[in-house]
């Protein structure tokens, strides 16, 4: 992802917001959505086996539709429970969309204003060295990470999942001098969010987790999801790995990540929920009148409008989203994590493509896999569109060769059926490398025979075994070959 000029973003997505429906989105047909899910399934079963992908859940959602998901892995450590699109995951910093969209529900209702000062709804915080900033910090300083306070509190809960209740962190908090003016700078800070999730307590009468649920979680249909830690969704959520490490000798390089209960940092890092519900949460982003009564048109235009720095930089912020472009189109993104959880969902504006990726460990690329994965279905015309070959097998007669081969120093491929004939897909452990890389047609020339690419390509010869079914590819003149691989058994630890 590439950053433009915040000004040009600014303008595009005036503009976007101002036209949901100007028809920017590819023309997309049953098949060429159909095979854009039949390779991303095989290049995130790829990926995620050839970076020993603990679990991974992703959803794709198009114009307000789910279009696609797909989950890969494990979701515990004794039973090797399938992953599906309904885990739980902590979701880490998601949170602050459902925090984000709390206050501006708030905002509706006419109970609080973006521009009231900290103070009014929290007199008791005597935040700055002189004990007055929270009469100048504003919520939308709040939303927008321009507060001047820390990115975290004083306690090292990060390391220990100790996390301050509320009166803890707020004496912290008291007369501890701002990292700068507010209004001034961005700078990223959970505590912000810890103090607006007060602020919906305080304003609305309820503890967090309830009016979330009521108002949010509920009417969003994401029955599977809870800013609660330990109970509901949260009591079943996937096993958490650290990264791969050549210092652990088990679990394939990884070690267990413990947990916590946010307390206070709820409202920051707090929420459990699935790629499923995740992507009811993207939908309505895309058709917000689907589910009226959430928020006003006004409130959801705020959320994905970019908002000029205070300060020159390259860094643009709307009111929950972080203001990206996705190869030159504006994009809406955030990213989360928490206690080994990696996620983030990206929605493509012009394209009005969403993506959730969820995944259980630490080094989970999720960020490159949304946005290889948003990519993708917009650009899904082009996925195959080979032209016609006049030997062309029936689709038939070519579905018993899909599958994965190898030899174990020869690179392996994955053969692929998709909507326009047989592909030859070469699997890469890179998630930053585009989906279709590695991509190649195969041209017949022979029964069960192709050339890899063009006519006077690498030539490949299936041999097939019982059930027709393909068992081994002999290259060129079949002194090497590649054999076909058992279906892969879940990755993981």
């Known amino acids: ?51 020993a992908l603990p679990a991974l859940a992703v959803t794709v959602v198009i114009r307000g539709e789910p279009v696609y998901t797909h989950a890969t892995g494990a979701a515990d450590r004794e039973e090797r429970t399938p992953t599906t699109v309904d885990t739980p995951f902590y979701a880490g910093s998601l949170s602050k969309l459902v925090t984000t969209i ?19 709804h929290l007199p008791e915080l005597h935040l700055g060295a002189d004990g007055r900033a929270a009469a100048a910090i504003t919520l939308e300083d709040l939303l927008l990470h321009r507060s001047g306070l820390p990115r975290e509190g004083a306690t090292p809960y990060w390391m220990t999942y100790d996390f301050p209740a509320w009166r803890a962190l707020a004496t912290s908090l008291d007369r501890q001098p701002l990292d700068f003016a507010e209004g001034t700078q961005t700078a990223y800070s959970n505590v912000g969010m810890a103090l607006l999730g007060r602020v919906v307590e305080r304003v609305s009468g309820e503890p967090y987790a309830d009016y979330v649920a009521r108002h949010v979680l509920g009417p969003l249909r994401m029955a599977d999801s809870t800013a609660r830690f330990g109970v509901g969704p949260a009591a079943r959520v996937a096993a958490a790995w650290s990264a791969r490490s050549s210092h652990v000798a088990t679990n394939g390089g990884r070690f267990p990540r413990g947990a916590g209960d946010p307390r206070a940092f709820a409202p920051a890092f707090g929420l459990v929920s699935t790629a499923r519900d995740l992507g009811r949460l993207i939908a309505f982003f895309q058709r917000p009148d689907a589910t009226p009564g959430v928020l006003s048109e006004s409130g959801v235009a705020q959320m994905l409008r970019p908002r000029a720095p205070p300060s020159p930089g390259p860094e643009l912020r709307a009111l929950g989203f972080d203001a990206d472009s996705l190869n030159g189109r504006a994009a809406a993104s955030h990213g989360g994590w928490f206690t080994g959880h990696k996620s983030f969902v990206i929605l493509d504006l012009p394209d009005e493509i969403g993506v959730v990726v969820l995944g259980s460990a630490d080094d989970t690329p999720a960020k490159d896999i949304a946005e290889r994965l948003a990519l993708l279905f917009a650009e899904a015309p082009l996925v195959a569109r080979r032209e016609p070959h006049p030997d062309d097998p029936a689709p038939a007669c070519l579905r018993g060769l899909v599958g994965a081969y190898g030899s174990g120093w020869i690179p392996d491929r994955e053969i692929v059926l998709l909507s326009d004939g047989l592909y030859q897909y070469e699997p890469a452990s890179d998630p930053r490398s585009p989906v279709r890389y590695g991509l190649r047609a195969l041209v017949p020339a022979g029964p069960d025979a192709f050339r890899a690419g063009t006519a006077d390509g690498q030539l490949l010869r299936f041999e097939r075994g019982p059930g027709g079914v393909g068992r081994r590819i002999l290259l060129d003149r079949g002194l090497t070959w590649l054999d076909r691989y058992p279906e892969p058994a879940p990755p993981g630890p």
């Open 102 to 120: 709390a206050i501006l529900q708030l905002v509706d209702a006419g109970r609080l204003a973006l521009g009231d000062p900290l103070a009014k």
């Open 1 to 51: 992802m590439t950053r433009l000029n915040h000004a040009v973003l600014i303008t595009l997505a005036a503009t976007l917001l101002a036209a949901p429906a100007a028809g920017a989105a590819p023309a997309l047909t049953a098949d060429t959505l159909d095979d854009s899910r039949a390779l991303a399934t095989r290049w995130l079963d790829n990926l995620a086996a050839l970076r």
